[in-house]
């Protein structure tokens, strides 16, 4: 803890652990992903500015979806159990969605 990020400092006050979430594959590629995480956000946003989350290095899919549809900030790399990872941190105040303006 204690991460800088673009929107603000990492503690255990203001942040929360998000995750893990599996998108069925027939559902894929269809916005489910966007909508189920902005639901999330909406009912968290109040208390917590800040949600963190990690991924597997080696899961690109993951990567991909966190990154490139969800827009968050990878802060950290670190392994735990001999296993490489990403940590993610992303802004609570800022919606996934295209044209939509946040509470």
Do not use: W
């Not at 963190?52 to 490139?68: C, D, Q």
């Not at 549809?69 to 950290?76: E, F, N, P, R, S």
């Amino acid at each position: 803890m204690g991460e800088r990020v673009p929107f603000s400092v990492i503690s255990k006050a203001n942040s929360f652990q998000y995750g893990p979430v599996c998108i069925d594959a027939a559902c894929r590629g269809q916005g489910v992903f966007p909508r189920l995480f902005e639901t999330m956000r909406l009912g968290m946003c109040a208390r917590y500015p800040i949600g963190v989350t990690f991924i597997n290095r080696l899961n690109p899919h993951s990567y991909h979806a966190h990154t490139k549809k969800l827009g968050m900030t990878v802060i950290d790399e670190f392994e735990f159990n001999d296993r490489p990872y990403y940590g993610l941190a992303f802004d609570m105040a800022r919606s996934v969605l295209p044209n939509k303006v946040s509470p």
